[in-house]
């Protein structure tokens, strides 16, 4: 998902917005210096840091790990990850599976909103035709295309009432499946497969950009947003699970300074500073380290760098993979990153990789100048435009993007311009083409390789920004969809990211790991594999 405000805010030092692992570290034990130094509130009110003004809180919309942060806390899905990333039951009681794993029979349990409507079936129906739907221009209807004519529906050649989706009655949910998909139950926990109410909706098509006008059905509640400086979350008494919250409140500031953002914990103003929710100051790693204060887990997500490629000179592969290649992934790790991440030399993450000695090898200078010049031959040009390298805002990717730049300069002889934007800003930036390359972390969003491929599978798909398609990369992807067989479905896809490798639309630079202090009065704080964080369940003792 491209939560990458981090990493999705995902950088992993966790370094800034990202777009989701072997486990999770809990919150708490040795997290901090004491209570005072903490951030110990001696109540229950939460206070956490979100690097930069949620560019949505609509589900249906949210694409970004910012977003997903808020939406996970006030919405409920039929499903909810645990810290293993394993899918329990929510707003779903429990599920009847066809035999052929193409027909998913939801009971649903009684819930309400949190204005006391009752959550009815009718509201995922509506809610995932609503994502489908051409006209709500959602980033991540792809998700969606499991469904049996989600893809159709979405590209206008079948009708809302073909989609795979049916409240059968109120508390009765039928789901058709265009192939079996063993990781489905996973998606119904993802953000695009929350529901809203459809009633509100209808009645008020900017119900999402205000307290005063949302209404969710999670663990918690929108009490205010003060757009770009603060959100507050509080309890949701309607929530059907409501006796395991045991917070109040949940206040979040929005500062995209690194050490601001770990002074506040340190001088007690937060309870958690690092991943996933901003990042932490490369600088201070190894002290943090040293002082036993500082929680790392790995996850499976992927921090690369885009290429444009429908505009000169990054229309041609060549060039891409010369400055991919001209990349030394160790060096910024060593020097910058310091949390045991692994150069990234494919696009799939190592809990899930289908090809552990990776496709390239890391800082391959001399392939890289000579394809740098097959590759300017081949447009016919002696010299390079100008070459810009973009960022959204945050003092951990301006640093490795200095780096890049330098090794840029280094192995290519190439100068490269930084430019850096706020993150609603830069993601639209993206979004419209207005890049050459950019950077962008990718977090799971199912245990599956294909979550890190299949957004590449079109041109014209919502976070494809590159806008790089190749036909045999999409029929691989179509065969091992539809492909039972475990083994055969892995060499499909190996085969497939052999094909993104080989064309380079993005360049990986390597594989997160999140790390994070917290106050050690903070448990039960849940940290998935996917890099998302839940605090349903969370507490300061």
């Known amino acids: ?52 003004e949620p560019p949505t809180i609509d589900p249906g919309l949210a694409e970004d790990s910012t977003s997903n942060t808020v939406i996970k806390a006030i919405f409920d899905g039929l499903y909810r990850l645990d ?9 779903a009681e429990k599920v009847d599976i066809s035999t052929d794993g193409l027909t998913y029979t939801f009971h649903l349990r009684d819930t309400k909103w949190s204005n006391g409507d009752p959550v009815t079936a009718k509201d995922f129906e509506f809610a995932w035709k609503r994502a489908l739907d051409p006209k709500t221009a959602s980033n991540y209807a ?10 159709a529906y979405n590209k206008g050649q079948a009708k809302a009432d073909d989609v795979g989706v049916k409240a059968k009655d109120d508390k009765t949910l039928v789901v058709n499946l265009e192939n079996p998909t063993p990781f489905f139950l996973e998606l119904t926990a993802f953000t695009t497969y929350l529901p809203v109410e459809q009633k509100l ?44 919250v045991k917070l109040d409140k949940i206040q979040m500031s929005m500062i995209d ?15 958690w500073a690092g991943a996933p929710l901003n990042s932490l100051p490369t600088d201070a790693i190894p002290a943090l380290k040293d002082a036993g204060r500082l929680h790392i887990y790995p996850v499976s997500s992927v921090y690369w760098y885009k290429f444009n490629t429908e505009k000169p000179p990054f229309n041609n592969a060549k060039i891409r993979k010369a400055f991919a290649y001209a990349i030394n992934r160790q060096e910024i790790i060593d020097n910058l990153l310091q949390a045991d991440q692994k150069p990234a030399l494919g696009a799939v993450p190592s809990g899930m990789s289908l090809n552990p000695q990776g496709y390239f090898k890391d800082n391959d200078a001399e392939t890289a100048k000579k394809l740098l010049a097959e590759g300017m031959k081949e447009l016919g040009i002696d010299k390079l435009p100008p070459i810009t390298l973009s960022y959204n805002t945050s003092q951990g990717h301006q640093q490795i993007a200095q780096a890049v730049q330098d090794q840029w300069k280094k192995n290519l002889g190439v100068d490269v311009k930084l430019e850096n934007q706020e993150w609603k800003v830069y993601i639209d930036s993206l979004h419209q083409g207005n890049y ?9 969003d199912f245990n599956d390789p294909m979550t890190f491929l299949d957004a590449f599978k079109e041109k014209d798909g919502g976070n494809n920004d590159t806008h790089w398609e190749n036909p045999k990369y999409k029929e ?39 790390s994070y202090v917290a106050n050690p009065n903070l448990k039960g704080v849940v940290t998935d594999p996917f890099n998302h964080i839940d605090f349903k369940w969370a507490t300061l003792e």
């Not at 691989?476 to 497939?496: N, S």
């Open 201 to 244: 909706v209808e009645e008020n098509p900017k119900w999402a950009n205000e307290a005063s006008t949302m209404v969710s059905n999670g663990p918690f509640k929108l009490d205010t947003w003060e757009h770009k400086s603060k959100i507050t979350l509080s309890k949701n008494d309607n929530y059907w699970d409501k006796d395991v």
């Open 436 to 444: 050459q390359i950019g950077r962008m972390g990718w977090n799971a």
């Open 257 to 271: 300074a690194d050490d601001t953002v770990l002074n506040m914990f340190d001088n007690g103003e937060l309870d």
């Open 1 to 52: 998902m491209k939560k990458n405000v981090l990493v999705l805010a995902s950088s992993i030092v966790i370094l800034g917005a990202a777009l989701a692992g072997c486990g999770s570290a809990p919150a708490g034990d040795t997290a901090a210096k004491s209570s005072a130094q903490a951030g110990s509130t001696g109540g229950k009110d939460l206070r956490i840091n979100i690097p930069s």
């Open 142 to 151: 792809y998700q969606l295309y499991y469904l049996k004519n989600g893809e």
């Open 476 to 514: 691989l992807l179509d065969q091992a969809l539809k492909e039972a067989d475990i083994e055969k479905r892995k060499a499909l896809m190996k085969e497939a990211e052999q094909i993104l490798m080989d064309e380079m639309p993005v360049a990986p630079v390597y594989f997160y790991t999140s």
């Open 83 to 91: 810290q293993d990333g394993k899918p329990q039951p929510s707003v």
